[in-house]
Nanobody
Framework: QVQLVESGGGLVQPGGSLRLSCAAS????????MSWYRQAPGKERELVAS???????NYADSVKGRFTISRDNVKNTVYLQMNSLKPEDTAVYYC?????????WGRGTQVTVSS
């Protein structure tokens, strides 16, 4: 079955960096657009970044220039490199893929940016 497993979250000070990973299985990873979403307390889930099968990327305005999404089609893993983190980046970050007509989600990883 389709599985998406996020890792790499944690507590970091403002200005710091984290790299999130999402290990995928159960589908042909290289053919699917992969995305990262986040949800802060009391807010709606929002798209952070996405990467197509052809490595075209898209970013939310709030993270442009600070975050980088990438993928490894051998390891079936998508990454989110997050630099210059701000307190407003605090959220649960979710991996997403649209597979066989359904949106699939991981369980999320918590990112907390605080001094």
């Amino acid at each position: 079955q389709v599985q998406l497993v996020e890792s790499g979250g944690g507590l970091v000070q403002p200005g710091g960096s984290l790299r999130l990973s999402c290990a995928a299985s159960g589908f042909t990873f290289s053919r699917v657009t992969m995305s990262w979403y986040r949800q802060a307390p009391g807010k709606e889930r929002e798209l952070v970044a996405s990467i197509t099968s052809g490595d075209n990327t898209n970013y939310a305005d709030s993270v442009k220039g600070r975050f980088t999404i990438s993928r490894d089609n051998v390891k079936n893993t998508v990454y989110l490199q997050m630099n210059s983190l701000k307190p407003e980046d605090t959220a649960v970050y979710y991996c997403n893929a649209f597979v066989r007509l359904l949106a699939r989600w991981g369980r999320g990883t918590q990112v907390t940016v605080s001094s």
